[in-house]
Nanobody, 129 residues
Framework: QVQLVESGGGLVAAGDSLRLSCAAS????????MGWLRQAPGKSREFVAG????????LYADSVKGRFTISRDNAKNTVSLEMNSLKPEDTAVYYC??????????????????????WGQGTQVTVSS
């Protein structure tokens, strides 16, 4: 079983930066793409960013492209999300997630919610205007 624990959320002003981190335990995830998804109040959960098994392929939602950067450290079983130039519309609960299946030696990055099978508890990010 996989356990994911997010950290780094908080309350910031528009234009500020935050770094979210997610530590995974329970099994080695080197073959599995990982991602960050978020859910704002009253809205469905949406994809934010994803990264393939070795970190060489990334995918971003258009709304965060150029402002957010996802990275992973397979030696430490962690994935991070660097968020710059934050906007009030970035306010949401951010979830770390692991793909349902592994894609070793592939550049594939899942985008759909149902492609992720393991989830963290979420961390709140609030951006004030």
């Amino acid at each position: 079983q996989v356990q994911l624990v997010e950290s780094g959320g908080g309350l910031v002003a528009a234009g500020d930066s935050l770094r979210l981190s997610c530590a995974a335990s329970g099994r080695t995830l080197i073959s599995y793409p990982m991602g960050w998804l978020r859910q704002a109040p009253g809205k469905s959960r949406e994809f934010v960013a994803g990264i393939n098994w070795n970190g060489r392929s990334t995918l971003y939602a258009d709304s965060v492209k150029g402002r957010f950067t996802i990275s992973r450290d397979n030696a430490k079983n962690t994935v991070s999300l660097e968020m710059n130039s934050l906007k009030p519309e970035d306010t949401a609960v951010y979830y770390c997630a692991v793909s349902r299946q592994g894609y070793p030696f592939s550049g594939y990055v899942p985008r759909r919610d149902e492609e992720y099978g393991y989830w963290g508890q979420g961390t709140q990010v609030t951006v004030s205007s």
